[in-house]
């Protein structure tokens, strides 16, 4: 790991950025106190990553979570799925499912439309469970994964006469060369994200 003083690292930042890109992360120190780390994410994901890990937000919420696991008041995982459905009146435990059938001479193999409906059924549910037709193979994405990549930014331009809020819907798809990952179409103004799943029968 390399440690560089700001001074230099603003009169060479081209360099730096090489060489960060090429041998790691580079700290940024001033008055020989590190301020900044300088890091090349590998790619879109690893940059929601990045971004998300350092969400003082939520490492607010994760410390209050740690502090209250510590204290013996965790829930696991489906307790709290059904404490809030008991909050919201709903059932939390059904299972959201979107199927695709097998698309040939095309760049993807399988396709799912996200509407705000689904996207909120999702949110509700906690996951999910992709279905490929041909194979019946599932995947289950979790909704803390899916959702945070959702973003409006990433709405694609199809079918907003026909949507509700004017707005389009989100595509997620897999690609011949990466069939364990989904991919989330980067939209009008987005970036392609990318999670990894595992399929089974």
């Not at 003083?5 to 009169?11: E, G, T, W």
């Not at 060479?12 to 790691?24: K, P, V």
């Not at 279905?131 to 979790?142: F, M, N, P, W």
Request: glycine content about 8%; aromatic content about 8%; some cysteine.
């Amino acid at each position: 790991m390399k440690i560089a003083p700001v001074a230099d690292v603003k009169s060479r930042l081209s360099a730096y950025i090489a060489q960060c890109e090429a041998d790691g992360p580079i700290v940024i120190t001033r008055n020989g106190k590190a301020v900044v780390v300088l890091i090349a994410p590998e790619d879109n994901e690893d940059l929601e990553r990045i971004i998300v890990g350092r969400s003082p937000r939520l490492r607010a919420v994760l410390a209050k979570s740690r502090r209250s696991l510590k204290a013996g008041k965790g829930l696991s995982h489906d307790a709290f799925w059904r404490a809030v459905g008991a909050r919201r009146g709903k059932d939390m435990s059904r299972e959201v499912i979107s199927r695709s059938q097998y698309y040939t001479g095309k760049p993807y193999w399988y396709w799912w439309d996200v509407w705000d409906k689904r996207k909120q059924a999702v949110a509700q549910a906690g996951a999910l469970t992709l279905v490929q037709k041909d194979t019946g193979r599932k995947a289950t994405v979790r909704a803390q994964d899916l959702l945070l990549l959702l973003t409006d930014d990433r709405r694609t331009s199809r079918f907003q006469k026909r949507s509700k809020s004017g707005k389009g819907n989100w595509g997620l798809y897999v690609r011949p060369n990466r069939p364990d990952e989904i991919e989330i179409e980067a939209g009008q103004h987005g970036t392609r994200a990318v999670i990894r799943v595992r399929w089974e029968m």
